[in-house]
């Protein structure tokens, strides 16, 4: 990220300077690029605490009541009695679903990592070594457990966890060779993987709002051609969007820093409003 600093006026001269004039036009682009994506990585923030929240408003406490039965009511097949190994699994990939959300977070805030480095890395190990465990419980879950969902939705799921690994592995190669800035490029992809849960749901959401209610698929057995849709799009939308990125940044092009601008702008519009809705009708109800 770029770290130029943007004032349009001088308070302490009689005129201010047209910002064009001062920076160029290059500059003011990128500084828009620059505040654009800031602003949806706050939104997704906001969301993503949210939906810490509700793991440990719903599911943690259920737990440390001893009614692990509750989740059943949420997730099917959630909590088997007898299922030891499927318990196991399933109470790994939530417990560690608050953290590495968190973890995610944190590792993200480029001040943190500039003022506490030796927290950024071992942050960033805790980080990396969850997300193995946590990817590797979801295919388990999603293969052995009778996950939700049809098999197509089973792909797109162990898509996901597949290319986490990936990320995982070239995150962590990079860092070990020093070479920083594309370790963070590998680090911004695995972030965007890393929260697929939370897109899936966000989009979700979204998609019900602005339909007035369920649309291409049946709530009741969790199947159509939307689900089997966004089952991919939480992986491949992301990324497909981060890439778009990371070639504007690195572009000359005015056009195509406004218009990265401009896109960006709309999906934090988008986002805010499934973070919203997920919030008022999926998440909180059950706290």
């Known amino acids: 990220m770029t770290q130029d600093t943007v004032y349009e006026t001088n308070i302490y001269s009689a005129q201010a300077t047209p910002l064009g004039a001062k920076y ?12 654009a994506a800031g602003l949806w990585f706050s ?16 599911y943690v406490l259920s737990a440390m009541k001893g ?3 509750a989740w059943s009511k949420v997730l099917p097949h959630g909590y088997i009695k007898g299922d030891s190994a499927g318990n196991f699994a399933i109470i ?8 590495i959300t968190l973890a995610g977070i944190l590792q993200m805030i480029p001040q943190i ?8 890395r071992w942050n960033g190990r805790i980080y990396l070594s969850s997300l193995v465990i946590a990817s590797t419980t979801g295919l388990y879950m999603v293969w052995f457990r009778n996950g939700v969902g049809d098999f197509t939705q ?11 690994l990936v990320c995982v592995a070239m995150a962590l190669r990079h860092a070990l060779a020093r070479q920083f800035a594309l370790h963070r490029r590998w680090a911004l992809r695995l972030f965007l993987l890393a929260n697929g849960v939370w897109f899936f749901r966000i989009g979700l959401m979204f998609w019900i ?8 698929f049946n709530p009741k057995t969790f199947e159509g051609p939307f689900l089997s849709f966004i089952s991919f799009a ?13 070639r504007a940044q690195d572009s000359k092009n005015k056009a195509a820093h406004f218009s990265m601008a401009g896109a960006l702008l709309v999906l934090s519009a988008a986002s805010g409003m499934g973070i919203v809705v997920a919030f008022m009708g999926m998440w909180l109800p059950r706290l």
């Open 43 to 58: 939104v997704a923030i906001i969301g993503q605490l949210l939906f810490v929240y509700y793991i440990l408003g719903f």
């Open 24 to 35: 160029g036009n290059e500059k003011l682009s990128r500084v828009g690029l620059k505040y």
């Open 209 to 216: 709002a602005i339909n007035h209610g369920p649309a291409g």
């Open 67 to 69: 009614d692990l039965a």
């Open 92 to 99: 790994t990939h939530i417990f560690l679903a608050a953290s």
């Open 154 to 164: 089973h792909l797109g799921v162990s898509l996901n966890a597949v290319l986490i």
């Open 234 to 246: 939480n992986s491949l939308i992301p990324l497909i969007v981060c890439e778009l990125y990371l």
């Open 113 to 120: 990592r500039a003022r506490a480095p030796k927290f950024h």
